[in-house]
């Protein structure tokens, strides 16, 4: 039994920022400051609201915790639910959230109007779209998400930013599109839009009418692909991350991961209908291989650290939907610490990509590049750089990329190689050590390509790192403030503390995994979530 005022508290992560968003329209423009102070205040005490949340939902687990907004009950009325998967979302939400307003303060929510208003609304449908307990209000959500999204990813103007901001644009509108038609066939043959209840109501769909609601399943999972970055709906991923400015690309870094937590959710949840169970999964697979073949692809081709922070979100985009698709509960467990690894790594690396960026210039890496290729150098220049004192900046970025390289490649010790090295044992042993089984060539095609995709992160940091750190012709030292480099190490900080930690860490994966494939506790919650009774006299 919990305290009511915890069981409240499910619904503060989509008030909070709603609220600070809506407050910071009343502000002139010009107080920046205020703006700053309400802003980063809202997403601390976000992060304290997540961390309880994550609490209660360890307390009633395997069920999971309703609130009935408006106090009707399921399916009439609208539910937020709250299990540990939601509550580990809501969590890395906030972290990224404050770790981006950070970084920002230094200059960028100054370049353009309404910066911390957008960001919190963002923070409204995320955190939405993690409770809801129905196709619906995902779908609302889910719009605000993406209707703030298209502020953010035009802040601060120019030329690549606007060209890239309305491929993005256009793209996500045809997705939503998709996504209304997807949950209106579904909606029309089974009459609910409620989660669980839907769940309840697939297995007595007549025969004659199935085909309708795999139609809807299939059109509204190629809605959470595109926004996964599936290969080859997600060619615009790419461009607008690494347009984007650095904070907003960092907190984008969530952004994918919200089609890969709808994927997750809706195939365990509506796969308990025995019938629909196993529904799509070898596309899943198959398109998640495609996606990180075209994700390392791209690591090794890209020449900016910007665009390669965006192939590394393809590369953790195809891991993950490779492994929803092979399913079971060891490889579910390995795939969520993965996910929590690779987006604090890939968000951290934005954020280094804004600073390394400010000491280098375009001709610079042309010739960098041009050296590299024709193996051109100068034994005098050599000579004259040994010795050479490090600028006490140059040493902290570079000690920041160093790690941030380690992670992104999976070399141990760090995070990176533990979730690799989990993800690759699950592979193997998916009903975990002692209960060997066939490996089917499909999982050794993926185990592959995870093994290269490591190899092509490796080959283009390492040169990427030499080109920026050691044998750059430009030597300029780019300013850094403190304020930009604390949320770089902040987040490397939390991929340390999830090697460190790996233990608890990996037991609270695999009690989410096993909830999420034993869906029967969420959907009784859900069901028979009682009425709170007045209490008045």
């Known amino acids: 039994m919990t305290a009511p005022w915890l069981h409240n508290l499910i619904i503060a992560p989509i008030v909070l920022p709603f609220v600070a968003g809506a407050l910071m329209l009343l502000f002139d423009e010009r107080r920046h400051t205020l703006k700053a102070v309400t802003s980063l205040a809202s997403a601390i005490l976000l992060l304290g609201v997540a961390v309880a949340l994550l609490v209660l939902a360890g307390a009633v687990a395997p069920a999971a915790s309703v609130y009935l907004l408006g106090n009707w009950p399921a399916p009439f009325g609208i539910v937020l639910v709250l299990d540990r998967l939601s509550a580990l979302m809501l969590v890395l939400t906030a972290i990224l959230a404050i770790a981006s307003l950070v970084f920002a303060l230094a200059r960028w929510h100054r370049a353009g109007p309404h910066f911390h208003t957008i960001f919190q609304f963002l923070l409204v449908g995320l955190n939405g779209a993690f409770l809801t307990g129905d196709l619906f209000n995902l779908f609302v959500f889910f719009e605000v998400m993406l209707a703030a999204s298209y502020g953010l990813v035009l802040h601060g103007s120019g030329p690549r930013r606007v060209r890239a901001g309305l491929h993005y644009i256009a793209f996500n509108l045809a997705a939503s599109a998709l996504f209304l038609i997807g949950v209106s066939l579904l909606y029309g043959i089974t009459g609910t839009l409620n989660m669980a209840d839907l769940a309840r109501q697939l297995p007595l769909v007549a025969p004659g009418d199935r085909v309708f609601v795999e139609a809807g399943a299939a059109i509204l999972g190629v809605a959470f692909l595109v926004k996964a970055g599936m290969w080859p709906l997600g060619f615009w991923l790419v461009p607008a991350y690494a347009a984007a400015a650095a904070p907003v690309a960092a907190m984008f870094a969530i952004l994918s991961k919200v089609g890969i937590y709808l994927l997750l959710r809706l195939s365990l949840l509506l796969s308990g209908a025995g019938a629909f169970a196993g529904f799509g999964g ?169 093994a290269i995709a490591g190899l092509a992160a490796l080959i283009a940091l390492t040169r990427m790192g030499i080109r920026i750190f050691w044998a750059s012709p430009d030597g300029d030292v780019p300013r850094v403030l403190l304020v930009e480099i604390a949320p770089v190490a902040g987040l490397l900080m939390l991929c340390l503390a999830l090697m460190a930690g790996a233990g608890p860490m990996m037991a609270y994966m695999q009690e989410t995994a096993q909830s999420l494939h034993a869906p029967r506790d969420y959907i009784g919650s859900v069901m028979d979530a009682a009425r709170v009774k007045d209490a008045g006299p």
């Open 282 to 450: 070898g596309w899943l697979i198959a398109g998640g291989m495609a996606t990180l073949a075209f994700g390392l692809i791209g690591v090794l081709a890209s020449q900016a650290m910007d665009r390669l922070a965006g192939y590394f979100v393809l590369v953790s985009s195809g891991t993950l939907i490779a492994a929803i698709g092979i399913g079971g509960t060891q490889t579910t467990g390995a795939a969520l610490y993965y996910m929590a690894s690779s987006t604090f790594a890939v968000a951290a690396f934005f954020l280094l990509a804004e600073l390394i960026g400010r000491s280098q210039d375009t001709a610079a890496n042309m010739l960098a590049v041009t050296m590299e290729l024709y193996g051109e150098d100068d034994e005098e220049a050599i000579e004259e750089e040994v010795g050479l004192a490090i600028p006490a900046t140059l040493a902290i970025l570079g000690a920041c990329f160093s790690i941030c390289a380690i992670v992104l490649i999976g070399m141990p010790p760090f995070s990176g190689f533990v979730a690799k090295f989990l993800l690759i044992a699950s592979i193997l042993n998916p009903k975990g050590l002692g209960h060997p089984l066939p490996v089917s060539g499909s999982a050794w095609a993926l185990i592959a390509l995870i």
